[in-house]
Protein backbone atom coordinates (compact mmCIF):
# COMPACT_ATOMS: atom_id res chain seq x y z
CA UNK A 1 0.00 0.00 0.00
CA UNK A 2 2.65 2.52 0.67
CA UNK A 3 4.14 1.51 -2.54
CA UNK A 4 1.41 2.51 -4.38
CA UNK A 5 0.99 5.90 -2.23
CA UNK A 6 4.92 7.20 -1.99
CA UNK A 7 6.25 5.96 -5.58
CA UNK A 8 5.08 8.08 -8.72
CA UNK A 9 5.14 4.92 -11.13
CA UNK A 10 5.76 1.11 -9.32
CA UNK A 11 5.33 -2.37 -11.02
CA UNK A 12 2.20 -3.01 -8.63
CA UNK A 13 0.61 0.47 -9.66
CA UNK A 14 0.54 0.27 -13.28
CA UNK A 15 2.49 -2.36 -14.66
CA UNK A 16 5.42 -0.76 -15.64
CA UNK A 17 7.35 -3.21 -18.02
CA UNK A 18 10.65 -5.42 -16.23
CA UNK A 19 12.55 -6.15 -19.26
CA UNK A 20 15.08 -3.54 -20.65
CA UNK A 21 13.65 -3.76 -24.02
CA UNK A 22 10.12 -2.93 -22.95
CA UNK A 23 11.39 -0.10 -20.45
CA UNK A 24 12.94 1.10 -23.78
CA UNK A 25 9.76 1.79 -25.45
CA UNK A 26 8.58 4.88 -26.42
CA UNK A 27 6.25 7.16 -24.55
CA UNK A 28 2.17 6.10 -24.82
CA UNK A 29 0.41 9.96 -24.53
CA UNK A 30 -3.36 10.24 -24.26
CA UNK A 31 -5.09 9.98 -27.25
CA UNK A 32 -6.98 13.89 -28.03
CA UNK A 33 -10.75 13.63 -27.45
CA UNK A 34 -13.62 12.68 -25.09
CA UNK A 35 -13.40 9.80 -22.37
CA UNK A 36 -16.37 8.62 -20.05
CA UNK A 37 -14.37 7.67 -16.58
CA UNK A 38 -16.04 5.30 -14.57
CA UNK A 39 -14.88 5.03 -10.73
CA UNK A 40 -16.03 2.13 -8.77
CA UNK A 41 -17.80 2.65 -5.78
CA UNK A 42 -19.52 0.18 -2.87
CA UNK A 43 -22.45 -1.95 -3.79
CA UNK A 44 -20.71 -2.15 -7.38
CA UNK A 45 -21.47 1.76 -8.47
CA UNK A 46 -20.45 3.17 -10.97
CA UNK A 47 -19.17 7.15 -10.61
CA UNK A 48 -18.80 8.23 -14.15
CA UNK A 49 -17.87 12.00 -15.93
CA UNK A 50 -16.61 12.95 -19.04
CA UNK A 51 -13.25 14.28 -19.60
CA UNK A 52 -11.91 15.93 -22.82
CA UNK A 53 -8.12 15.25 -23.56
CA UNK A 54 -7.11 18.28 -25.62
CA UNK A 55 -3.07 17.46 -26.25
CA UNK A 56 -1.31 15.23 -24.38
CA UNK A 57 -0.68 17.86 -21.42
CA UNK A 58 -4.37 19.91 -21.47
CA UNK A 59 -7.32 17.86 -20.57
CA UNK A 60 -10.51 19.14 -18.97
CA UNK A 61 -13.03 17.53 -16.76
CA UNK A 62 -17.28 18.15 -17.27
CA UNK A 63 -19.77 18.46 -14.31
CA UNK A 64 -22.52 20.13 -15.94
CA UNK A 65 -21.49 23.58 -17.01
CA UNK A 66 -18.46 23.35 -14.73
CA UNK A 67 -15.60 22.90 -16.06
CA UNK A 68 -11.79 21.74 -14.88
CA UNK A 69 -8.74 22.07 -16.69
CA UNK A 70 -5.93 19.77 -15.64
CA UNK A 71 -2.12 20.57 -17.20
CA UNK A 72 -0.09 18.80 -14.67
CA UNK A 73 -0.11 15.40 -16.69
CA UNK A 74 3.28 13.25 -16.79
CA UNK A 75 4.14 10.19 -18.60
CA UNK A 76 6.36 7.38 -17.80
CA UNK A 77 6.24 4.76 -21.06
CA UNK A 78 2.84 3.62 -21.09
CA UNK A 79 1.79 5.46 -18.03
CA UNK A 80 -0.04 8.51 -17.14
CA UNK A 81 -0.31 10.76 -13.72
CA UNK A 82 -2.96 13.68 -14.08
CA UNK A 83 -3.41 16.54 -11.14
CA UNK A 84 -5.83 18.59 -11.02
CA UNK A 85 -5.72 21.81 -9.28
CA UNK A 86 -5.67 22.64 -5.68
CA UNK A 87 -6.25 18.86 -4.77
CA UNK A 88 -3.80 16.82 -3.87
CA UNK A 89 -5.82 14.00 -5.22
CA UNK A 90 -4.79 12.42 -9.05
CA UNK A 91 -5.59 9.65 -11.51
CA UNK A 92 -2.84 7.34 -12.47
CA UNK A 93 -2.88 4.71 -15.08
CA UNK A 94 -1.91 2.57 -17.69
CA UNK A 95 -2.37 3.95 -21.27
CA UNK A 96 -3.70 0.53 -23.62
CA UNK A 97 -4.68 2.41 -26.71
CA UNK A 98 -8.63 3.26 -26.32
CA UNK A 99 -8.73 2.44 -22.65
CA UNK A 100 -7.06 4.23 -19.49
CA UNK A 101 -7.25 1.85 -16.16
CA UNK A 102 -5.21 2.52 -13.16
CA UNK A 103 -6.37 4.08 -9.45
CA UNK A 104 -8.04 7.69 -7.95
CA UNK A 105 -4.80 8.21 -4.86
CA UNK A 106 -5.48 10.41 -2.08
CA UNK A 107 -2.53 9.61 -0.14
CA UNK A 108 -3.12 11.66 3.42
CA UNK A 109 -5.84 9.48 3.76
CA UNK A 110 -4.50 6.10 2.34
CA UNK A 111 -6.98 5.59 -0.61
CA UNK A 112 -7.12 4.72 -3.54
CA UNK A 113 -10.28 4.21 -6.42
CA UNK A 114 -10.51 1.98 -9.09
CA UNK A 115 -10.85 3.73 -12.28
CA UNK A 116 -11.11 3.19 -16.06
CA UNK A 117 -11.06 5.51 -19.16
CA UNK A 118 -13.21 4.68 -22.43
CA UNK A 119 -12.05 6.71 -25.55
CA UNK A 120 -14.66 7.86 -27.23
CA UNK A 121 -17.45 8.04 -25.75
CA UNK A 122 -19.47 11.05 -24.63
CA UNK A 123 -22.41 10.54 -22.53
CA UNK A 124 -22.17 10.43 -18.99
CA UNK A 125 -24.48 7.04 -18.78
CA UNK A 126 -26.09 4.42 -21.06
CA UNK A 127 -29.65 5.55 -20.87
CA UNK A 128 -31.68 2.04 -21.91
CA UNK A 129 -35.53 4.07 -20.53
CA UNK A 130 -37.42 6.91 -21.42
CA UNK A 131 -37.41 9.19 -18.24
CA UNK A 132 -40.63 7.89 -16.03
CA UNK A 133 -40.31 11.13 -13.42
CA UNK A 134 -39.62 14.84 -13.58
CA UNK A 135 -37.64 15.92 -10.80
CA UNK A 136 -37.59 19.59 -11.95
CA UNK A 137 -37.80 22.45 -8.52
CA UNK A 138 -36.96 21.93 -5.36
CA UNK A 139 -37.12 18.98 -2.64
CA UNK A 140 -36.85 18.49 0.72
CA UNK A 141 -34.19 16.12 1.58
CA UNK A 142 -33.21 13.87 4.35
CA UNK A 143 -29.63 12.01 4.70
CA UNK A 144 -29.04 9.26 7.06
CA UNK A 145 -33.23 9.51 8.06
CA UNK A 146 -33.21 6.46 10.70
CA UNK A 147 -30.38 7.37 12.66
CA UNK A 148 -30.52 10.56 15.24
CA UNK A 149 -26.89 11.11 15.85
CA UNK A 150 -26.03 11.29 11.93
CA UNK A 151 -29.37 12.77 10.23
CA UNK A 152 -28.88 15.99 8.33
CA UNK A 153 -31.77 18.23 6.43
CA UNK A 154 -30.90 19.38 2.54
CA UNK A 155 -32.17 20.94 0.04
CA UNK A 156 -32.49 19.28 -3.58
CA UNK A 157 -32.60 22.11 -6.40
CA UNK A 158 -32.91 20.38 -10.09
CA UNK A 159 -33.26 20.66 -13.71
CA UNK A 160 -34.38 18.06 -16.06
CA UNK A 161 -34.44 18.41 -20.00
CA UNK A 162 -35.56 14.93 -20.85
CA UNK A 163 -33.61 12.21 -19.80
CA UNK A 164 -30.32 14.61 -18.75
CA UNK A 165 -30.75 16.24 -14.95
CA UNK A 166 -28.13 18.68 -13.37
CA UNK A 167 -28.23 20.56 -9.81
CA UNK A 168 -27.39 20.06 -6.81
CA UNK A 169 -27.67 19.37 -2.70
CA UNK A 170 -27.49 22.36 -0.45
CA UNK A 171 -27.24 21.72 3.27
CA UNK A 172 -25.90 23.41 6.13
CA UNK A 173 -22.70 22.94 5.96
CA UNK A 174 -22.47 24.04 1.91
CA UNK A 175 -23.81 22.27 -1.11
CA UNK A 176 -22.69 18.68 -3.31
CA UNK A 177 -21.22 21.44 -6.64
CA UNK A 178 -22.21 20.44 -10.32
CA UNK A 179 -24.26 16.99 -9.92
CA UNK A 180 -24.74 15.77 -13.51
CA UNK A 181 -26.39 12.72 -14.56
CA UNK A 182 -29.48 10.96 -16.21
CA UNK A 183 -32.99 9.86 -15.22
CA UNK A 184 -33.16 6.36 -16.75
CA UNK A 185 -36.94 5.16 -16.00
CA UNK A 186 -37.40 5.68 -12.47
CA UNK A 187 -33.27 5.60 -11.62
CA UNK A 188 -31.71 8.42 -11.07
CA UNK A 189 -27.93 8.78 -11.23
CA UNK A 190 -25.90 12.01 -10.22
CA UNK A 191 -22.14 12.21 -10.14
CA UNK A 192 -19.66 14.66 -9.52
CA UNK A 193 -15.81 15.06 -9.48
CA UNK A 194 -13.22 17.47 -8.70
CA UNK A 195 -10.14 15.78 -8.56
CA UNK A 196 -10.68 15.42 -4.94
CA UNK A 197 -14.20 14.25 -4.57
CA UNK A 198 -16.19 11.83 -5.92
CA UNK A 199 -19.94 11.67 -5.44
CA UNK A 200 -22.39 9.64 -6.95
CA UNK A 201 -25.99 9.35 -6.21
CA UNK A 202 -28.34 6.82 -6.92
CA UNK A 203 -32.15 6.42 -6.11
CA UNK A 204 -35.72 5.65 -7.00
CA UNK A 205 -38.02 8.01 -7.68
CA UNK A 206 -41.29 9.40 -8.64
CA UNK A 207 -42.42 12.63 -9.78
CA UNK A 208 -42.99 13.63 -6.04
CA UNK A 209 -40.79 10.60 -3.93
CA UNK A 210 -36.87 9.47 -3.78
CA UNK A 211 -35.24 7.01 -1.83
CA UNK A 212 -31.88 6.36 -2.70
CA UNK A 213 -28.26 6.39 -1.06
CA UNK A 214 -25.07 8.90 -1.66
CA UNK A 215 -21.46 7.44 -1.99
CA UNK A 216 -18.11 9.05 -1.86
CA UNK A 217 -15.56 7.21 -3.20
CA UNK A 218 -15.16 3.79 -2.54
CA UNK A 219 -15.72 4.16 1.36
CA UNK A 220 -18.60 5.70 2.00
CA UNK A 221 -22.65 5.19 1.56
CA UNK A 222 -25.27 7.10 2.87
CA UNK A 223 -29.39 6.74 2.79
CA UNK A 224 -31.21 9.85 1.95
CA UNK A 225 -34.97 10.28 1.00
CA UNK A 226 -36.95 13.61 -0.49
CA UNK A 227 -39.94 14.56 -1.36
CA UNK A 228 -41.06 17.54 -3.37
CA UNK A 229 -41.54 21.13 -1.50
CA UNK A 230 -40.78 24.01 -3.04
CA UNK A 231 -41.27 25.69 0.48
CA UNK A 232 -38.44 23.97 2.11
CA UNK A 233 -35.71 26.26 3.53
CA UNK A 234 -32.70 25.32 5.28
CA UNK A 235 -31.70 27.55 8.53
CA UNK A 236 -30.53 30.80 8.46
CA UNK A 237 -26.42 30.16 7.65
CA UNK A 238 -25.68 33.51 9.61
CA UNK A 239 -27.39 32.16 12.52
CA UNK A 240 -26.06 28.74 13.63
CA UNK A 241 -22.10 29.99 14.27
CA UNK A 242 -21.40 32.64 17.33
CA UNK A 243 -19.30 33.97 20.29
CA UNK A 244 -19.77 32.09 23.30
CA UNK A 245 -20.74 34.20 26.31
CA UNK A 246 -17.79 35.70 27.85
CA UNK A 247 -16.30 36.52 24.31
CA UNK A 248 -15.92 39.74 22.43
CA UNK A 249 -13.11 39.07 20.21
CA UNK A 250 -11.93 36.65 18.15
CA UNK A 251 -8.33 35.68 19.32
CA UNK A 252 -5.23 33.12 17.18
CA UNK A 253 -1.88 32.93 16.40
CA UNK A 254 -1.01 30.84 13.90
CA UNK A 255 2.32 30.03 11.38
CA UNK A 256 2.03 31.15 7.27
CA UNK A 257 3.50 29.26 5.11
CA UNK A 258 6.86 30.99 5.96
CA UNK A 259 7.30 29.50 9.52
CA UNK A 260 6.20 33.38 10.30
CA UNK A 261 3.85 33.45 13.69
CA UNK A 262 0.32 35.63 12.52
CA UNK A 263 -2.01 37.32 14.87
CA UNK A 264 -4.76 39.12 14.69
CA UNK A 265 -3.00 41.31 17.31
CA UNK A 266 -0.50 42.54 14.47
CA UNK A 267 -0.34 45.72 13.49
CA UNK A 268 -0.65 44.66 9.90
CA UNK A 269 -4.55 44.60 11.20
CA UNK A 270 -5.03 47.60 12.78
CA UNK A 271 -7.93 49.61 11.92
CA UNK A 272 -8.71 47.58 8.94
CA UNK A 273 -12.16 45.21 7.99
CA UNK A 274 -10.70 41.97 8.36
CA UNK A 275 -12.23 38.43 6.50
CA UNK A 276 -11.06 35.25 8.54
CA UNK A 277 -11.84 32.09 6.11
CA UNK A 278 -11.81 28.78 8.19
CA UNK A 279 -11.14 26.82 5.74
CA UNK A 280 -9.33 23.37 4.56
CA UNK A 281 -7.40 22.63 1.00
CA UNK A 282 -9.06 19.21 0.51
CA UNK A 283 -12.41 21.09 0.81
CA UNK A 284 -14.29 21.60 -2.03
CA UNK A 285 -17.00 24.32 -0.52
CA UNK A 286 -13.56 26.06 0.83
CA UNK A 287 -11.87 25.42 -2.92
CA UNK A 288 -15.47 27.40 -4.39
CA UNK A 289 -15.31 30.15 -1.50
CA UNK A 290 -11.09 30.62 -2.05
CA UNK A 291 -12.01 31.22 -5.79
CA UNK A 292 -14.26 33.57 -4.87
CA UNK A 293 -12.62 35.69 -2.20
CA UNK A 294 -9.15 35.91 -4.05
CA UNK A 295 -11.22 37.38 -6.81
CA UNK A 296 -12.60 39.51 -5.06
CA UNK A 297 -9.59 40.62 -2.24
CA UNK A 298 -7.20 40.85 -5.70
CA UNK A 299 -9.70 43.26 -8.06
CA UNK A 300 -10.50 45.50 -4.73
CA UNK A 301 -7.05 46.31 -3.84
CA UNK A 302 -8.14 48.39 -1.13
CA UNK A 303 -5.71 49.10 1.72
CA UNK A 304 -7.75 49.03 4.58
CA UNK A 305 -8.66 45.10 3.89
CA UNK A 306 -7.34 42.11 4.70
CA UNK A 307 -8.02 38.23 4.58
CA UNK A 308 -6.88 35.96 6.39
CA UNK A 309 -7.28 31.82 5.71
CA UNK A 310 -7.08 29.56 8.53
CA UNK A 311 -6.20 25.64 7.36
CA UNK A 312 -7.13 22.70 9.08
CA UNK A 313 -5.77 20.00 7.11
CA UNK A 314 -5.73 16.33 7.45
CA UNK A 315 -2.41 16.15 5.92
CA UNK A 316 -0.48 13.82 8.24
CA UNK A 317 3.01 16.03 8.10
CA UNK A 318 3.25 19.84 8.63
CA UNK A 319 5.24 19.73 6.03
CA UNK A 320 2.68 18.18 3.41
CA UNK A 321 0.03 20.06 4.84
CA UNK A 322 2.30 23.52 4.16
CA UNK A 323 2.48 22.25 0.63
CA UNK A 324 -1.28 21.76 -0.07
CA UNK A 325 -1.45 25.58 1.15
CA UNK A 326 1.67 26.68 -0.92
CA UNK A 327 -0.07 24.98 -4.18
CA UNK A 328 -3.75 26.38 -3.34
CA UNK A 329 -2.11 29.89 -2.87
CA UNK A 330 -0.48 29.36 -6.07
CA UNK A 331 -3.27 27.69 -8.66
CA UNK A 332 -5.88 30.35 -7.23
CA UNK A 333 -3.64 33.42 -6.72
CA UNK A 334 -4.27 34.02 -3.57
CA UNK A 335 -2.37 36.49 -2.11
CA UNK A 336 -3.73 36.82 1.36
CA UNK A 337 -2.02 34.90 4.05
CA UNK A 338 -2.88 31.17 4.49
CA UNK A 339 -1.67 30.04 8.29
CA UNK A 340 -1.75 26.37 9.21
CA UNK A 341 -4.09 25.85 12.42
CA UNK A 342 -4.33 22.38 12.29
CA UNK A 343 -2.42 19.34 10.73
CA UNK A 344 -3.20 15.34 10.92
CA UNK A 345 -6.79 15.95 11.22
CA UNK A 346 -9.74 17.89 9.83
CA UNK A 347 -11.82 16.77 13.19
CA UNK A 348 -14.42 19.86 13.83
CA UNK A 349 -14.15 19.71 17.61
CA UNK A 350 -10.40 19.83 17.75
CA UNK A 351 -10.65 22.78 15.48
CA UNK A 352 -13.22 24.53 17.62
CA UNK A 353 -10.60 23.96 20.57
CA UNK A 354 -7.95 26.08 18.65
CA UNK A 355 -11.34 28.58 18.40
CA UNK A 356 -12.61 28.07 21.56
CA UNK A 357 -15.03 31.90 21.38
CA UNK A 358 -16.64 29.69 18.68
CA UNK A 359 -19.77 28.17 20.15
CA UNK A 360 -18.93 25.27 17.40
CA UNK A 361 -17.07 25.08 13.97
CA UNK A 362 -20.24 23.35 12.68
CA UNK A 363 -18.66 23.64 8.49
CA UNK A 364 -15.45 24.06 6.46
CA UNK A 365 -15.69 27.16 5.21
CA UNK A 366 -17.13 29.52 8.31
CA UNK A 367 -16.68 33.15 7.22
CA UNK A 368 -15.86 35.91 9.56
CA UNK A 369 -15.94 39.22 8.73
CA UNK A 370 -14.73 41.68 11.87
CA UNK A 371 -15.16 45.52 12.09
CA UNK A 372 -12.25 48.21 11.58
CA UNK A 373 -12.24 48.12 15.70
CA UNK A 374 -12.36 43.42 15.79
CA UNK A 375 -15.58 43.67 16.58
CA UNK A 376 -17.00 40.54 15.10
CA UNK A 377 -19.97 41.95 12.59
CA UNK A 378 -21.38 38.67 10.97
CA UNK A 379 -20.24 34.40 11.11
CA UNK A 380 -21.71 32.70 7.54
CA UNK A 381 -21.52 28.94 8.45
CA UNK A 382 -20.99 26.98 4.76
CA UNK A 383 -21.08 28.49 1.20
CA UNK A 384 -23.20 28.00 -0.92
CA UNK A 385 -21.04 27.83 -4.19
CA UNK A 386 -21.45 28.51 -8.57
CA UNK A 387 -23.81 25.13 -8.61
CA UNK A 388 -26.30 26.55 -5.90
CA UNK A 389 -26.95 29.41 -8.87
CA UNK A 390 -29.34 32.30 -7.33
CA UNK A 391 -28.22 31.26 -3.66
CA UNK A 392 -24.86 32.02 -4.81
CA UNK A 393 -25.72 35.11 -6.57
CA UNK A 394 -27.48 36.49 -3.22
CA UNK A 395 -24.02 35.65 -1.33
CA UNK A 396 -21.90 37.67 -3.05
CA UNK A 397 -24.31 40.29 -3.26
CA UNK A 398 -24.44 40.38 0.77
CA UNK A 399 -20.92 39.71 0.81
CA UNK A 400 -20.06 43.17 -1.30
CA UNK A 401 -22.01 45.33 0.26
CA UNK A 402 -21.30 44.22 4.21
CA UNK A 403 -17.32 44.94 2.93
CA UNK A 404 -18.44 48.10 1.15
CA UNK A 405 -20.44 49.73 4.24
CA UNK A 406 -17.38 48.52 6.83
CA UNK A 407 -15.07 50.14 4.84
CA UNK A 408 -17.21 53.25 4.74
CA UNK A 409 -17.32 53.53 8.33
Given at each position: ??C?????????????K????????S???????????EL??????K?AF??K??S???L?????????????????????M????????F??????????????V???????V?????F??E?R???????????????E???????????????????Q???????T?????????F??????G????????D?S????????????T??G????G???????I?????E???D??N???????????I?F?F?????????????A????????????????????E???L??F??D????N????????E??????????????????????????????????????Q???P?L?????????????????????????????????Y?????????????????
Amino acid sequence: MRCILSIFFCVVLIGCKDSPEKEEKSITSLKPGIYRVELETMDEGKLAFNMKVNSANDLEIYNAEEIIEAEEITYHNDSVMVRFPAFEGFLIGKIEDSLVSGWFVKESLDRKVPFRALFGIETRYTIENEPKANIQGNWEVTFSPDNVEEIEKAKGIFDQSGNIVTGTFRTLTGDYRFLEGVMDGNILKLSAFDGSHAYYFEAEVTDSTMDGAFYSGSHFKEPFIGIRNDEFELDDPNSLTYLKEGYDRIEFEFPDSNGNMISLSDEAFDNKVVVLQIMGTWCPNCLDETRYLAGFYNDLDDPNLEFIGLAFEYAKTEEKAMEGLIRLRNDLDVRYPLLLAQFGTSNKKLAQEKLPMLNQVLSYPTTIILDKNKNVVSIHTGFNGPATGEKYEIFKKEFSETISYLLNQ
